[in-house]
């Protein structure tokens, strides 16, 4: 089974700022199958990027996704209020599929 | 438009049984997989299993093989989770999602409201 490690796990910044998150896989993911979602508060997950650096449907370009192998970053650039939350990267190239643990993004 | 729509939430006792749903529509149900996903209280996301409903070819996490069962029925679009004897430890919210393609067990990119299963004594 793959794991996911993320870091930080908890990112302090303010609005305008940029965020960098972090995920390193234990082993290679599969074609860097590799997702990110973003998860507010008594909400569903979202799909941010898959494949590593595609966007989803309707994902604003501040998101971006980089990364292969085993090292994975999704950066937010100018961050917005509404993108206070809870990011997770999911690898969905070996069963079984596996998450990160989370990174939370908080307001300073 | 393409939706899953979940049953609502559950208050069970430990040792009952309980089956939970998720209705699809706006799409090909028979050409998608489906998966599950559990959140416990306060905590990350947790992959638990997945079925292609055309043939009911499932797959399970190892931290949930024998746990859990995981089915679909095709004529009326809905997949379940089940549990046939619940713990306290079951109490999370539940989560059914899509891939992104068919065929493909891929990210999700359309996901239910979820189920919030509360199993107490």
């Known amino acids: 089974e793959i794991v996911l490690t993320q870091s930080p796990g908890t990112l302090s910044l303010s609005p305008g700022e940029r965020a960098t998150l972090s995920c390193r896989a234990s082993?290679?993911?599969?074609?860097?199958?590799l997702a990110w979602y973003q998860q507010k508060p008594g909400q569903a997950p979202r799909l941010l990027v898959y494949?590593?650096?595609s966007r989803a449907t309707g994902i604003p370009d501040r998101f971006s996704g980089d990364g292969s192998g085993t090292d994975f970053t999704l950066t937010i650039n100018r961050l917005e209020p509404e993108d206070f939350a809870v990011y997770y990267c999911?690898?969905?190239?070996?069963?079984?599929?596996?998450f990160g643990q989370g990174t939370r993004v908080e307001i300073k | 438009e393409v939706q899953l729509v979940q049953s609502g939430a559950e208050v069970k006792k430990p040792g009952e049984s309980l089956k939970i749903s998720c209705k699809a529509s706006?799409?090909?149900?028979?050409?998608?997989?489906i998966g599950w996903v559990r959140q416990m209280p306060g905590k990350g996301l947790e992959w638990m299993g997945i079925?292609?409903?055309?043939?009911?070819?499932?797959r399970y996490s190892p931290s949930f093989q024998g746990q859990v069962t995981i089915s679909a029925d095709k004529s009326i679009t809905t997949a379940y989770l089940q549990w046939s004897s619940l713990k306290a430890s079951d109490s999370a919210m539940y989560y059914c999602?899509?891939?992104?393609?068919?065929?493909?067990?891929?990210?999700?990119?359309?996901w239910g409201q979820g189920t919030m299963v509360t199993v107490s004594s």
């Open positions: 999602a899509r891939p992104r393609w068919p065929g493909t067990s891929d990210a999700f990119d359309i």
């Open positions: 706006g799409y090909s149900f028979t050409s998608y997989w």
């Open positions: 079925i292609y409903p055309a043939d009911s070819d499932t």
């Open positions: 082993q290679s993911v599969t074609s860097n199958y």
């Open positions: 494949g590593a650096s």
């Open positions: 999911q690898q969905y190239g070996s069963s079984p599929r596996t």
